[in-house]
């Protein structure tokens, strides 16, 4: 009857394992880009919470949409109020997973090329996302990068006619995370 | 050793659920985190404009945000064809606001009517939160300036008597993302009246409200309140029904009211249309809005 018990404690040490190997940042950085010739519109989020589990790859953002600031006031507020809904839908999140997690050695100094797949929700719909990025490990803080596109028309924003030539279709989405290792 | 298998079964499924816990848990403290740093988190947009119709709304403008508002009454819909019911006469009134901050916003203006000039402070005293603050607080000063020559030159006439002083508090609140209402107790001092028995002091209290129809329109209305004396017995209390249409930068006001002047100093105790007579005056608001914010281009 000892078996049991030993491999419970197996199980104990690899969920602990398993904690080790999260990293965390609550200041990460979004921001995104509409390029129009009429206008260039750009918007900054540094509140940008996230977590990488490095035992399984997973991944997880979470986005406080009230939080992007735009260099003007009234479009911020026209961001929150017409198109991002923030009352109805104050956060946009990511769900996803690091598919070649087995290539990235976080106890090593280097540049680790990322494929993420995962789903994000923005406005209350949620589509599949397909992504390449980096992460780079350096003094046991983790850097990662991206770029994407997303097109306003999937998460289901309405553009009025009246600006339609003032906002892109697609947007460009820039992601830039410092994480740290995460303490319970 | 069935028993064993049992356990180790049962082992097996707890630590798996120990894991998927671990990993909701992750996805909690993300998201308790984010909503949890919401400090700067304030209810926005109670009203399309920083005036409902006549009088101001609880909005203020934003930090380094100068807006230019032209306001315009045509003249009463009852004036018959001869004056095509009214919009052969207009009543206009230039204005240039500025936020000094979020919440200090200086103005000035020039209006037609009488050919007064205004200047106005406005300061938001408190500012309703999605949870724990329920209403914004504004308070508003305005000085009116009446630049028109003095009717009767040979008397001793007095720079103070062109002179009339508006002061209000704006409690106001956003129910829903629809309903916006809001209620301002409010004072006008007039130094110089035309008789005895006219009050210098006039006291109201404005209920104002709109309601989204859509994302870019909405309905308002306002209804200033005169207290019973001899102001109330004269004149009329001030009602105004408008339409609000916001495109970008710009916000459209059209609306119908009993007032011809959109300073307080008209509208409050100087109403003399009546809504059941037809003397209504048809009028709009346009503000344009221009941010004088340098925009800082943060490196990536």
Not at chain 1, 71 to 100: R, V
Not at chain 1, 109 to 114: E, I
Not at chain 2, 84 to 99: K, V
Not at chain 2, 142 to 170: G, K, M, V
Request: proline share 3%; charged share 20%.
């Amino acid at each position: 009857m000892k078996q049991p018990l030993i491999l419970f404690l197996c199980f104990c040490a690899f969920s602990f394992a398993e904690a080790q190997g999260k990293y965390f940042t609550r200041t990460g950085h979004i921001s995104f880009y509409s390029k129009t010739p009429l206008e260039d519109i750009q918007a900054n989020n540094r509140q940008v919470a996230s977590v990488i589990d490095f035992s399984t790859g997973e991944m997880v953002f979470s986005v406080l949409m009230k939080s992007f600031e735009f260099p003007k006031a009234l479009m911020q507020e026209h961001f929150n109020e017409n198109y991002i809904e923030s009352d109805k839908y104050p956060k946009s999140t990511f769900k996803g997973k690091i598919l070649n997690i087995q290539t990235v050695d976080v106890q090593k100094n280097g540049s680790y090329p990322v494929e993420v797949e995962g789903e994000l929700t923005i406005h209350g719909v949620t589509k599949p996302v397909k992504s390449n990025g980096t992460l780079e490990v350096k003094e046991n803080k983790i850097y990662g990068k991206s770029q994407f596109t997303v097109a306003v028309a999937d998460y289901n924003i309405q553009i009025p006619k009246l600006v339609r030539d003032n906002i892109a279709k697609n947007i460009d989405i820039q992601v830039d995370m410092v994480y740290e290792p995460f303490k319970q | 050793m069935q028993q064993l298998y049992k356990l180790l079964f049962f082992l097996i499924f707890l630590t798996a659920s120990i894991q998927l816990q671990a990993q909701n848990d992750l996805l909690n403290l993300l998201e308790n985190d984010s909503l949890n740093k919401g400090q700067k988190d304030y209810t926005y947009a109670t009203f399309k404009s920083t005036r409902v119709i006549n009088g101001q709304s609880v909005e203020t403008q934003k930090a380094k945000v100068l807006q230019f508002l032209i306001s315009h009454r045509f003249g009463r819909l009852n004036s018959g064809a001869y004056n095509f019911f009214g919009l052969d006469d207009a009543t206009i009134r230039l204005g240039l606001e500025y936020g000094l901050t979020d919440v200090l916003t200086i103005g000035v203006g020039r209006s037609s009517l009488e050919k007064t000039y205004d200047g106005f402070v406005k300061y938001k005293v408190l500012r309703q939160r999605p949870s724990g603050m329920p209403v914004s607080v504004v308070l508003f000063a305005s000085t009116a300036i009446n630049t028109l020559e003095f009717s009767d030159a040979e008397r001793d006439n007095l720079f103070s008597s062109r002179l009339s002083y508006t002061y209000q508090a704006i409690i106001g609140r956003k129910f829903s993302d629809k309903l916006s209402l809001q209620l301002s107790p409010t004072m006008v001092h007039r130094n110089l009246v035309p008789t005895t028995v006219d009050q210098n002091d006039v006291y109201a209290v404005g209920v104002a409200g709109r309601y989204k129809l859509t994302k870019r329109t909405s309905l308002n209305a306002e209804y200033f309140y005169l207290l019973p004396g001899e102001t109330a017995n004269d004149y009329y209390n001030s009602l105004s029904v408008g339409f609000d249409i916001e495109t970008g930068g710009h916000v459209f006001q059209l609306h119908f009211t009993n007032s011809q002047g959109m300073l307080e100093k008209f509208f409050v105790p100087a109403t003399n249309g009546n809504w059941l007579k037809g003397d209504i005056y048809f009028g709009f608001n346009i503000s344009r809005v221009f941010s004088l914010k340098k925009e800082e281009k943060k490196p990536y």
